[in-house]
Nanobody, 121 residues
Framework: QVQLVESGGGLVQAGASLRLSCTSSARTFSRDYMGWFRQAPGKEREFVAR???????????DYADSVKGRFTISRDNAKSTVYLQMNSLKPEDTAVYYC???????????WGQGTQVTVSS
């Protein structure tokens, strides 16, 4: 069982920045495939960003088109924490943001409790 705890959400104005954090209890964190998702009111949960480790080489990341160029996923293995830096926030970024861990089989069985991000216009 992996426990994930998100923090860093809040209420900001359009154009502002926020950095979300997600701390993992997994001992395998440095090799874990991590992702950020979000769910806006009345909408389905959607993918935001993900980062995975290419064995012995480096980490790769990709992003939803809606956040590409504005959001950056990164991690600090010493702190077992993955971050989501969100710049140039828009009202449509308002949602509850979740981090998750993906298994080798492609499932996302472990999720955090979520952190609310609200962007006012």
């Amino acid at each position: 069982q992996v426990q994930l705890v998100e923090s860093g959400g809040g209420l900001v104005q359009a154009g502002a920045s926020l950095r979300l954090s997600c701390t993992s209890s997994a001992r395998t964190f440095s090799r874990d495939y991590m992702g950020w998702f979000r769910q806006a009111p009345g909408k389905e949960r959607e993918f935001v960003a993900r980062q995975w480790w290419i064995r012995g080489i480096t980490y790769y990341a990709d992003y939803a088109d809606s956040v590409k160029g504005r959001f950056t996923i990164s991690r600090d293995n010493a702190k077992s924490t993955v971050y989501l830096q969100m710049n140039s926030l828009k009202p449509e970024d308002t949602a509850v943001y979740y981090c998750a861990v993906r298994t080798d089989g492609g499932d996302w069985p472990f999720w955090g409790q979520g952190t609310q991000v609200t962007v006012s216009s």
